[in-house]
């Protein structure tokens, strides 16, 4: 089992950053990916960004430019930098986290809130 705890959330105006962290604890996996989505009222979840254990990082083209992901390995802890940030931003930021060994295992957080309002 992997655990996931987010933070980070919270009401910020147009144009304003936020920073998300999602720490992971539990039966890690050596290869994994750690990704964060969004769901907005009446929409359906979608992908902002990933990270592989082997680096790779890919954005959804909505973000892309303003929002960056990073880890820290050592701590099991990914991080969503949010810059610039619009209206439509606004939703439950969930963080992912797939291990895969012979199959892939998925688990997620409990999610964090967004408010991207004047």
């Known amino acids: 089992q992997v655990q996931l705890v987010e933070s980070g959330g919270g009401l910020v105006q147009p144009g304003g950053s936020l920073r998300l962290s999602c720490a992971a604890s539990g039966s890690m996996f050596s290869d994994n990916t750690m990704a964060w989505y969004r769901q907005a009222p009446g929409k359906q979840r979608e992908l902002v960004a990933f990270v592989t254990s082997g680096g790779t990082t890919n954005y959804a083209a909505s973000v892309k430019g303003r929002f960056t992901i990073s880890k820290d390995n050592a701590k099991n802890t990914v991080f969503l930098q949010m810059n610039s940030l619009k209206p439509e931003d606004t939703g439950v930021y969930l963080c992912?986290?797939?291990?895969?060994?012979?199959?892939?295992?998925?688990?997620w957080g409990q999610g964090t809130q967004v408010i991207v309002s004047s």
């Open positions: 992912n986290y797939e291990g895969r060994r012979l199959r892939v295992y998925s688990y």
